[in-house]
């Protein structure tokens, strides 16, 4: 190899080299400067929200679930050996996707008829006021005493 040959071959060394370094600097100082902007957007929101700042605050949703009453007042099976269900229900939770047993409390819902293991839909029933199956609301007994 030549001096020639060896000089410009530091010399495409030394530019990639630079080109690779002046990439990861722009890389770093875009990053550095996207950190900046949303430290700012945040300080920004703290200061124009209205909220309180208490660490501690808990924020409870609405409950939309049926009471315990209502609940209870759906029909409550125990499954014999034969396994039978009323309507086209299959032979596992819903919910759970585990395979009913005889012995097994099942609740039914009164609108629609699925079925579910108790503790599965008196929990679902507890949070939400429909049938996790079809979505049909079952009825409340609230709604008869208003009546």
Not at 6 to 14: A, C, D, I, S
Not at 68 to 82: A, F, N, P
Request: include cysteine.
């Amino acid at each position: 190899m030549s001096s020639r040959e060896t000089t410009m071959f530091l010399v495409m060394v030394t530019i990639s080299l630079l080109v690779s370094s002046l990439l990861c600097l722009i890389c770093i100082a875009h990053r550095l400067h996207l950190d900046a902007i949303r430290r700012h957007q945040l300080e920004v929101l703290e200061a124009t929200t209205t909220l309180p700042r208490e660490p501690s605050m808990v924020v409870t949703l609405q409950n939309s679930g049926l009471d315990d009453c209502t609940i209870q007042s759906y029909k409550k099976v125990v499954l014999g050996e034969s396994l039978r269900l009323p309507g086209l229900n299959s032979l596992t939770c819903p919910i759970c996707l585990v395979e009913y047993i005889p012995g097994d409390s099942i609740r039914i819902i009164p609108v629609c008829q699925h079925c579910f293991h108790v503790q599965c839909i008196d929990g679902w029933l507890k949070m939400k006021s429909t049938c996790p199956v079809c979505r049909n609301s079952p009825p409340d007994h609230r709604e008869n005493e208003k009546a």
